[in-house]
């Protein structure tokens, strides 16, 4: 995908989804990991499920996501989402930028997601809210505060791996 390819990790509710649309928009290149790479998947083995799996299951496909970072096309890539294996594959990324936030402004934000969203329940917002307090799940990384208006997260995120400007017209 890219000569320099970057991970944009973080918690559920940090802005993950949020921040690749706008790099997007911006027009650069931006994998969205939850839809185009995870599947439910053994964390041990990587062997997919077949039925419903939970939150540590959420894995991303480890060739795919080799494949398209191996990919010299462009200059940068983000490569935005969570992924329960992600340490089969930090080694093709230059950085991880890990986006956070504080509790109170994720419990806003919890709040108003859909019931059949992740994080719509009781029971899947009290797992975000412990995983956000322990960071069990998250890789080190440069953390941005995502608790500020959405350009300037983004605009974090390119000075951070100091990336080229872009036509939005791509």
């Not at 995908?1 to 690749?20: D, F, H, I, Q, W």
């Not at 799996?53 to 969570?82: M, P, S, T, Y």
Request: hydrophobic share 35%.
């Amino acid at each position: 995908m890219a000569k320099r390819n970057y991970l944009v990790e973080g918690g559920s509710g940090t802005g993950k989804s949020s921040v690749l649309r706008a790099l997007r928009e911006r027009g650069y290149q931006a994998v969205d990991g939850d839809n185009e790479l995870a599947y439910q998947g053994d964390p041990e083995t990587g062997r997919p499920l077949h039925g419903v799996g939970g939150h540590e299951n959420h894995l991303w496909d480890v060739a795919k996501v080799r494949e398209i970072a191996g990919n010299q096309d462009d200059e940068v890539a983000f490569f935005c989402g969570g992924s329960r294996n992600f340490h089969q594959f930090l080694d093709v990324f230059d950085q991880v930028i890990v986006l956070d936030v504080d509790t109170e402004t994720l419990t806003q934000r919890l709040a108003t997601r859909a019931a059949d969203d992740w994080g719509g329940t009781e029971d899947q917002r009290a797992q975000i809210l412990r995983l956000h307090a322990t960071k069990e799940d998250i890789p080190h990384g440069t953390i941005i505060n995502t608790a500020r208006p959405l350009d300037e997260v983004v605009d974090a995120v390119l000075q951070c791996v100091d990336a080229p400007s872009v036509s939005s017209d791509r």
